[in-house]
């Protein structure tokens, strides 16, 4: 998508992510996938060099977070093996890279965007999760696995604190009954219903029973503790009922 239609040599449009957003909200309204054939055709395209490092916006950051931060709103629908590692080489070369060792970036509105995208890229790769407090030397990820996540928590030195998992925000903040892909949001990974009616099972290592707790403990979070150097394995599914 260019900037500008009909203009020959036109830089391409950093906002390419948000326009196919409409898309994908078409094809949720007519319930069949009308565009979405051509959106993973999008997506495995930017594997090609072309997309790597690409001046959205000269060398703002601006254009790396707003194409980035767009590609991810589709990718959390459409989570095509291309494009996901090209917003992983985009994110760590044009976004969390600095060339100040102690400063990410300022506060003005662009570089804030920069943050922003930051956050939701980090936030796909723990699938919604937060360690909190957070310390310097923390490793979390996350993957998908089944119907929930595998959680895996290291640190260098000892830790402890909680894991927060999110919850369906689209339903309990915006009032909608489904997820709609949408800009300006912050996508869902994994998420649990934040009541005592919804258990789910929380696995620590491999031969022993998994534990019960239920959506809310969850939300409140839950607790883990680390020595230096160690790591801790989690497998996390809603229980049947």
Known sequence: ??????????????????????????????????????????LRNLAKPKYRDYPWEGRSIDGFADSVEGGLYILN??????????ADGEATANIAYTHAPHRLWG?????????????????????GTIARPWQQGLELGAIDADDGIEILLKSDKPYAGKLVFDIPRHRHYMGFKSDWPRMNTVPEWFTVEPDDKHLYSVGRAAGEDPAVHTGKSLREGLPVRLDAG???RLTVRPKAP
């Open 230 to 232: 160690e790591s801790l």
């Open 77 to 86: 629908r459409l989570p095509v093996p291309e494009g996901l590692a090209w």
């Open 107 to 127: 506060t003005m509105k662009l570089q804030s965007n920069g943050v922003r995208t930051a956050i939701i890229h980090a936030l796909m790769h723990t699938r």
């Open 1 to 42: 998508m260019y900037n500008t239609l009909g203009a020959k040599g036109g830089g391409l449009s950093d906002g390419w992510g948000y326009n196919y957003v409409g898309f994908l909200c078409y094809d949720s309204v007519a319930g069949q996938p009308v565009y979405r054939k051509h959106i993973t055709q999008t």
